[in-house]
């Protein structure tokens, strides 16, 4: 163990919680004057175009309808007054995650949580409620959907033809995550008849959704949520291909393949609905390996280089790879699995990581965002006594975390800042919380 890593690690810690007293002070003097913070206001009740997601209708969802996306968001406590802002401006968190890889394993803890609350069915709350407070304090939570869904009732497959519980979608929807992408190398594992039902389930859900599609005139249009201050934030979600099995002719639109020009064109016609801001998903790069492929960096470079593309958030490789700057933008080349359950469990595939990305409008009404601040908060996957995701960073600062687990996440969170920050990216701004 090293001990001066460890005790650089407490330092900063309290630096830390030191940092975050004075945001809760600030941010609850501030709660009264915006209502507090996303999911959890009392609109919840009302039935207007700007009511939470939780009642709104589904059928909305992955439409292209400007502005109907409303979601309850307020600002988030995090980035609420960068250096150098204007103290009027707007500012909005886009926070994404790694792969939803639910093998077998993982529904079976569902059910375990589910039975031990005298419930049947699956109840993946437990397994999820640690990130709740990060991922309700987000403007906008994406999700990366890695499988298909099954119907409710099953039957649910693991590897290598997914079809996973759609009860996870209740989990994600409870702890404030907006969106899901759909676009992955298992995006087809069922078919069409997966594709939309996967698509039917985040809408019943409440979850918006890109990257699939029902239909050419769903596949044209791009997604745009509107926080509740009002910013437009387009996402758009592709993959490297789909294990073999080609886009069926007939259904072209039915799954996002990764091409730079249809992705920058895509981008250029969410800019022109009126998105303020375009977040895509990029489902690439080689499994298990931590070094982004030379066709990430350079579809990257290809990417970013574009106006109309602000942020690049990826996953698939189930390891965790480095964050870079690209000119002003981020990418997150691999942001590791979220909730997983592999057959060899090892460290690399248990760990993963939430970007948190602050954008500030540079004047207030201008429509001109900067992306004003990169965060990386690390998670792990506990897989004794029970499956849990853990918010590391949360995990660490809390005193009742026992010594043993917390040298088991010192250690995870020590080799993920390593990842994170192989390509230099602490030294362009990123803190890793
Ligand atoms: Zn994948």
Redesign the pocket.
């Known amino acids: 163990m090293d001990q001066g890593r460890l005790r650089h690690s407490h330092h900063y810690y309290r630096v830390i919680i030191g940092r975050w007293a004075a945001v809760v002070i600030l941010f609850s003097v501030a709660l009264t004057a915006c209502g507090g913070p996303k999911h959890t206001g009392a609109a919840s009740a009302s039935g207007n175009v700007a009511a939470p997601l939780l009642s709104a209708p589904p059928t909305r969802s992955g439409s292209a309808d400007p502005g109907s996306n409303s979601s309850p968001a307020s600002a988030s406590p995090v980035g609420a007054s960068p250096v150098g802002a204007s103290p009027t401006a707007r500012t909005v968190t886009v926070l994404g995650s790694g792969?939803v890889l639910i093998h077998p394993a993982l529904w079976e803890q569902a059910a375990a949580d589910a039975k031990a609350e005298n419930r049947p069915g699956y109840d993946f709350g437990p397994i999820y409620a640690s990130i709740a407070p990060v991922t309700r304090s987000a403007d906008l939570a994406i999700c990366e959907m890695?499988t298909p869904l099954a119907p409710p009732g099953g039957p649910f497959a693991g590897w290598p033809n997914f079809n996973a519980p759609p009860q996870v979608l209740t989990a994600l929807k409870e702890i404030g995550y907006d969106s899901c992408t759909t676009a992955?190398?298992?995006t087809l594992d069922q078919g069409l008849t997966g594709v939309k039902r996967t698509l039917d389930e985040l809408d019943a859900a409440g979850l918006k959704h890109t990257g699939s599609a029902r239909s050419a005139r769903e596949a044209a249009n791009s997604l745009i949520v509107t926080t509740a201050s009002g910013v437009r934030i387009a996402q758009l979600a592709y993959a490297f291909g789909f294990n073999g099995i080609p886009v069926p002719a007939e259904q072209p639109w039915l799954a996002n393949l990764t091409d730079v020009a249809t992705i920058l064109a895509a981008a250029k016609r969410a800019k022109q609905a009126g998105a303020d801001l375009v977040v895509l998903s990029m489902?690439w790069g080689t499994e298990y390996q931590h070094a982004p492929t030379a066709e990430q960096t350079a579809q990257a470079k290809q990417l970013l280089a574009a106006p109309d593309i602000d942020v690049i958030l990826g996953d698939?490789t189930h390891v965790v790879q480095p964050f870079a700057k690209v000119g002003k933008k981020w990418v997150a080349y691999g942001m590791g699995n979220q909730i997983s359950r592999h057959a060899d469990p090892v460290n690399d595939s248990r760990e993963g990581v939430m970007p948190r990305f602050t954008f500030t409008e540079t004047v207030r009404g201008s429509h001109k965002w900067t992306l004003t601040k990169a965060e990386a908060i690390p998670t792990w996957m506990d897989i004794t006594p029970r499956l849990r995701l853990v918010d590391l960073p949360a995990a660490l600062a809390d005193p009742n975390t026992k010594a043993g687990q917390r040298a088991t996440y010192q250690a995870a969170y020590t080799r993920i800042t390593g990842y994170l920050n192989s390509l230099g990216a602490s030294g362009q701004g990123l803190v890793v919380d």
């Open positions: 792969d890695e992955s190398n298992h489902h698939h």
